[in-house]
C-alpha cells in the first residue's frame, strides 16, 4: 500500500521519499479507535438505549439554559408550544371550514356559515406565525449565551484539573468530542421544545383523526413508524460513526496544523517533509473518506428501506379511504377532511421523528460533554473549602521524604525513593543526565504532580495540608518546557504574579536580572510589543531571548522558593553569566532549586543533588563530592576538560 500511496501522494518536484517502512508505522490510529474506553460499550448502547438517558440530559441542557437566561428559555418554551397548539388549532378550524362548505344548501350560505371557521383559522394562523418570529428572536438571543455558559464550563474544566490528567491516554479524545458536545447543549434545548411542541401536534391531529375513523389511525403509523425508526437507526449509526473516528480526526487536526501552522513551517522545508506531511493527510484522510463512504451507504440503505414500507402503507391508506368512501361508509365531506387530516398527520409525525432524531444525535453529543466533564471531577485536586486549611508560614525547611513518582503506563519509576533537606535561603542544585528525574522532582516540590510514594513537606507538614493558593504564591516556577504567551513582553514577565498589578519598574527590575531588559528595549515597541509574529505588529524572538523572559518572569515574583529548571540551556555566555549572578545573590535570602547542565555555575551551591535514573545518588558541596571522586566529580571533569582542551 505504501508504495502505491507513494506514487499518488507525492508531488514530483519533491525529491526522494521515506519508503515503506516509516510511511506504515507513522500512524497507528488510523483504526477505529475502539480500544478506548467506555467507546465501544457506548456506540453499542443501541437505537433505544440512549432514550434512557435523554430525559437526565434534556434536564442538563433545560437547567443550561435556564441559568444563561431564563427569560428567553421561557420565551423559547413558552412560544414553541403555544406554535404547536396553535397548528393542531388552525387544523381543527380547516376542517370545520371544509365540513361548512361541503355541506348542503346554497352557496352564499355555506360561504356565510363558514366564515367564523374562516376566521378562527386565520386568527390561528396569524398567532401561530408571530410566535414563531418570537421563538426565533428569542433563540437568537438564546443560543449565544448558552454557548458561551457551556464552553465556559468545559474551560472551567480543563484549566482546574491536575497535571497529570494530560498524562492519561483518552484526555486529550475526551476533550475532542466535549468540544462538539457543546455546541449540541443549545440544540438540545431547541430539539426539546420542538419536540414537545410536534408531539402536542401529534396528538391532535391523531384526535381527529380517530373521529373520522380508527382505522385511519393504524394505516397512517403503519405509514410513519418505519420511517421514524430508519430516521433513530442513521443517526446512531452517524454517532457510531464518529465515536470511533475521535483520535483520526485529531491526528488529522494536527496534521492540517503542521502544514500550515508558523511554528512548523522552518523544519518543514529545511527536512523536505511537504511530501512525507502530504503522503500522511492522504493516508489518513483515505481512512477517513473511506469510513464515511461506509457510513454512507448504510444510512442510505436503512432510510431507503424505512421510505420504501412507508411509502407502501401510505398507499394503503389511500386505498383504504377510497374504499371507505366507495362502500358509502363516510360521507365526501369527512372523506376531504380526511385527506386534509392524514396529510397533516403525515407531517406531524414527520415533525416528531425528525425531532426526536436530532433530540436522540445531540444529546449523545451532549453526552460526551457531560461525560468529559464529570471524568474531568475526577481529575480535580482536592477541592478543600478556600480558607479551610492553614496559610503556610515563611519556608524555614523544605523535606523531601521517600518521594517516588510513576508515571502512567511506564515500568520504572521516573522518581525513585528520593529523601532531603533544603534549609530556608540555601540554593541547592540538581544534576544528573536526561531522563534521570530532575524536572519530575521539581515538579513535585512545586506541587504541579503528586508523589506516587512519599511526602514532601513545607516547615515540617505536607504541601498538602497548606492552603494552596497561599503556598503557590510563596512558590515560583520556571519550567524546562516553557511556554511562549502571545501577549506583550510586559505581560508575559508580569503574569509572574498576576495577582500583582503589574508595576513598570518591578517588570524592568525582573527582566534586568535576567538579562532582558536591553533585549526588549530593542524591539519596536519596547515592554508593549506583542510577542506573536502571528498577530499584526507581532514579533517573534530567538529561543535564548524567550529564555530570558521566562527566566524574567520566574524573577517577578519575588518567591521564597524558585525553582528553575535549565534555565541558561540557550543562552550566551554573558546573559548566563548575568542569570547566574541573579541566581547567587539570592542565597542566604531566599531558597532557590537549580537545575542545569553548566556545572561551573553549580560550584557555589550550598548542596549538590545529583540524580542517576531517578534515584539521588550523590549529595554535597563541590568540593565534597569532587572528592569522593564519583558520579558528579566525572561529569565535572568531563565539562572542564573541554573547556581546557578548547582554551
Ligand atoms: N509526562 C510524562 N509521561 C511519561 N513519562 C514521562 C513524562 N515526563 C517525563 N517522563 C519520563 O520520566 C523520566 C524522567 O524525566 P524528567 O524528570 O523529565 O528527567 P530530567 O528532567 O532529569 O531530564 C524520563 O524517563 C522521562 O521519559
Ligand atoms: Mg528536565
Redesign the pocket.
Known sequence: MSAAANDTSVDGQIPRQPTAPGTESVLPELRNAWWEHGVRRRAETGVFGVFADLPKLIGHAVAVSWRADRLRTLIVAAATLGGGVMSTFGLLSAQRLLVQLFSGGPTPERVKAALPALALLAAATAIRGGLGIAVGYAQNGLSPRVNQAVERRLFEATTAVRLDAF?ADAFADDMERATRGSDAGIALVNDTANMFAGVVNLIAVAVAVVVINPLLLAALLVATLPNGYAALRAGHLRYATYLAGSVRRRRLWVLQRQMAERDSAPELRSYWLRGFLLGQYDMVMRAQTTEELALARRVTTTTSIGAIISGLALGGVWVLLGLLLAGGRIPLSAAVTCVVAVQAAQRALATATFQLDRLYSDGQFFKEYVGFLDRAQTYLPSDDEPGSLPEPAALRQLTVRGVSLR????E?L??DDVTLTVEAGQTVAFV??????????A?MIAGLRSPTAGVIEWNGSPLEDWDRPALGARIAVVS?EHHKWPYTAATNIAMGDIAASPERATIEAAAARAAAHDTILALPHGYETLLDRTFKEGQDLSGGQWQRITAARGFYRDAELLLM?EPSSALDPRAEDALFQAIRSRQGQKTTIL?THRLANVIHADRIFV?HD?VLVESGTHAELVAADGRYANLFALQAAGYQRSG
Open positions: 498524562d508515571y502512567p503506563d511506564r520504572s521516573a522518581v544528573g543526565e536526561n531522563g534521570s528525574g530532575k524536572s519530575t522532582l515538579a524546562q529548571d537545575i540524580m531517578g
